[in-house]
């Protein structure tokens, strides 16, 4: 099929790459022309696994080309609209102007049997509204909502869990679902589940996922308060909620908490459309959770001030991780950011390192010191922060580390080090998982302070 996508960031570069792989001819547009110009020549414009890969493939296949120049677009029969719909600069609603931008752009260019298909995440009504816009053209509008996670986004691609299509009434939805079919046949055949439904809940799809998931990590974050306060282990009792079928162990790793560019600010939707329908206890519901998240970042930072004996003026401080999530470049709403922040604002000479990151995140923060080799970062700390948990900072040899710090002691901000992890043959401790003194606890719901060494 000849399909366009519409918006080449994230969502966008992952979906059209995607179905290039599947056998269509992709054309995507953007209004970026040094985006495009990467694209064009194959080349990932951000960090995402497997993306450079397929994208190369996508063009020197021939299937998969970019344009600025909307005239490219007129003889695609399916469009996807991909552009991003950040939350308003002024209160939790979705900024749509991206959105209506790239409508106006597509309009003149449809032709009257496309189908024009939202995948962006958007509030309800929104795909009502756009149908009415393009009546005129004789296309038909439908929504199919992305459930990318940064860092697995390919492979999400690939091989999604379900496969939903909102659609209208009629013989227009009928039709739309068909066509819907064979953009993903290779994803039926697979039998991947998909799911029919009006176009309201459709819209509501992701929205309504990525609340529920960060309810469950606020929920984590606040179990591990409690667990503090009582003297549990907030890991181990995870590991036994994640054991009940009906409440499984993913995103249920007490710690820094969620960031990045889609569970804030679909929370912070989901919230703006409960109010609007009068849900008070919804809305206040996830007001609970957007705060749960917001206090732990404060607690990471009210911990590494306890580790420096109330103070960090002066202290050198070194921080692992700047992006929100290990995997990725994003450092949209990075929680480890946010505490290197906090801790810069009190005095502290805070270096972030990330092996992905730091050419994002250096520009916005300038009170910050970065440095992409761990090694450079790490030299003369006097407390290292664990925020975000890259395989190559879970396995950092202690031994070799404590040798290049000042101070040997490690927070670990993710509940990701193994508490018994560098333990000596006679009991004595090497490692950032090594045993925390009696009543030294972090407040992150467990004893995470590791230190490197015995002595201080």
Same mark, same amino acid.
């Given at each position: 099929m000849?399909?366009?996508?519409?918006?080449a960031?994230?969502?966008?570069?992952?979906?059209a790459?995607t179905?290039?792989?599947?056998?269509h001819?992709?054309?995507?547009?953007?209004?970026?022309?040094?985006?495009?110009?990467?694209?064009?020549?194959?080349?990932?414009p951000?960090?995402?696994?497997g993306?450079?890969e397929?994208?190369q493939?996508?063009?020197?296949g021939?299937r998969l080309?970019?344009?600025?120049?909307?005239?490219?677009?007129?003889?695609?029969?399916?469009?996807?609209?991909c552009?991003?719909?950040?939350?308003?600069?002024?209160?939790?609603d979705?900024?749509?102007?991206f959105?209506d931008?790239?409508? =106006? *752009?597509?309009?003149?260019? !449809?032709?009257p049997d496309? +189908? %024009?298909? $939202?995948?962006?995440t958007?509030?309800? /009504?929104?795909?009502?509204?756009?149908?009415?816009?393009?009546?005129?053209?004789?296309?038909?509008v439908?929504?199919?909502?992305?459930f990318?996670?940064?860092g =697995? *986004?390919?492979?999400?691609? !690939?091989?999604?869990?379900r +496969? %939903?299509? $909102?659609?209208?009434d009629g013989?227009a /939805?009928i039709?739309?679902?068909?066509?819907?079919?064979?953009v993903?046949?290779?994803?039926?055949?697979?039998?991947t589940?998909?799911?029919?439904?009006?176009?309201?809940?459709?819209?509501l799809?992701?929205?309504?996922?990525?609340?529920?998931?960060?309810?469950?990590l606020?929920?984590?974050n606040?179990?591990?308060e409690?667990?503090d306060?009582?003297?549990a282990?907030?890991?181990?009792l995870?590991?036994?909620?994640g054991?009940?079928?009906?409440i499984?162990g993913?995103?249920?790793?007490?710690?820094?908490?969620?960031?990045?560019?889609?569970?804030?600010?679909?929370l912070?939707?989901?919230?703006a459309q409960?109010?609007?329908?009068?849900?008070?206890?919804?809305?206040?519901?996830?007001?609970?959770?957007?705060g749960?998240?917001a206090?732990?970042?404060f607690?990471?930072?009210?911990?590494?001030?306890?580790?420096?004996?109330?103070s960090?003026?002066?202290?050198?401080?070194t921080?692992l991780?700047?992006?929100?999530?290990?995997?990725?470049d994003d450092i949209?709403?990075?929680?480890a950011?946010?505490?290197?922040?906090?801790?810069?604002?009190?005095?502290?000479?805070?270096?972030?390192t990330d092996?992905?990151?730091?050419?994002?995140?250096?520009?916005q923060?300038?009170?910050?010191n970065?440095?992409?080799?761990?090694d450079?970062?790490?030299g003369?700390?006097?407390?290292?922060?664990?925020?975000?948990?890259?395989?190559q900072y879970?396995?950092?040899?202690?031994?070799?580390?404590?040798?290049i710090?000042?101070?040997?002691?490690?927070l670990d901000?993710?509940?990701?080090?193994?508490p018994?992890?560098?333990a000596?043959?006679?009991?004595?401790s090497?490692?950032?998982?090594?045993?925390?003194?009696e009543?030294?606890q972090?407040?992150?719901?467990?004893?995470s302070c590791?230190?490197w060494?015995?002595?201080?």
């Open positions: 000849k399909i366009s996508v519409i918006g960031g994230y969502l966008g570069t992952v979906h790459a179905l290039a792989h599947f056998g001819q992709v054309v995507g547009l953007d209004t970026d022309p040094a985006r495009v110009e990467l694209l064009a020549a194959g080349t990932a951000f960090h995402e696994p993306l450079a397929l994208l493939e996508g063009h020197d021939g080309t970019f344009t600025t120049d909307p005239a490219r677009l007129a003889d695609a029969e399916v469009h996807f609209l552009v991003g719909t950040p939350q308003s600069k002024t209160a939790n979705t900024d749509l102007s959105l931008a790239a409508v =106006t *752009a597509l309009a003149p260019q !449809l032709r496309a +189908l %024009v298909v $939202g995948k962006s958007v509030p309800v /009504g929104t795909a009502a509204d756009i149908a009415r816009r393009l009546a005129p053209s004789g296309a038909t439908a929504w199919n909502p992305e990318l996670r940064q =697995t *986004a390919v492979q999400d691609s !690939l091989h999604p869990d +496969l %939903v299509y $909102g659609v209208t013989a /939805g039709g739309a679902a068909a066509m819907l079919d064979a993903y046949a290779p994803l039926l055949v697979r039998e589940p998909r799911l029919i439904t009006n176009l309201a809940t459709a819209e799809a992701k929205v309504s996922a990525n609340a529920f998931l960060a309810m469950k606020s929920y984590i606040a179990v591990g409690l667990c306060q009582v003297g282990d907030v890991v181990q995870a590991e036994a909620l054991h009940d079928g009906r499984g993913s995103y249920l790793q007490a710690g820094a908490g969620f960031g990045g560019g889609c569970l804030p600010k679909d912070r939707a989901f919230r409960a109010q609007k329908c009068g849900m008070d206890a919804l809305d206040e519901l996830l007001s609970v959770v957007d749960i998240n206090d732990a970042r607690r990471l930072a009210e911990a590494a001030l306890r580790l420096c004996g109330g960090v003026k002066g202290r050198r401080i921080v991780g700047a992006a929100f999530k290990p995997h990725t949209r709403d990075s929680p950011l946010d505490v290197a922040t906090q801790l810069a604002a009190q005095g502290a000479l805070v270096t972030v092996p992905q990151a730091v050419g994002n995140a250096w520009l923060h300038p009170q910050l970065f440095d992409a080799d761990v450079a970062a790490l003369g700390a006097e407390l290292v922060l664990l925020l975000t948990h890259w395989p879970v396995a950092l040899d202690p031994v070799r580390a404590a040798a710090v000042r101070r040997p002691v490690m901000g993710r509940n990701v080090l193994d018994k992890r560098g000596q043959p006679d009991g004595s090497m490692g950032p998982g090594a045993a925390i003194p009543g030294q972090t407040g992150l719901g467990l004893p590791g230190r060494s015995e002595s201080r």
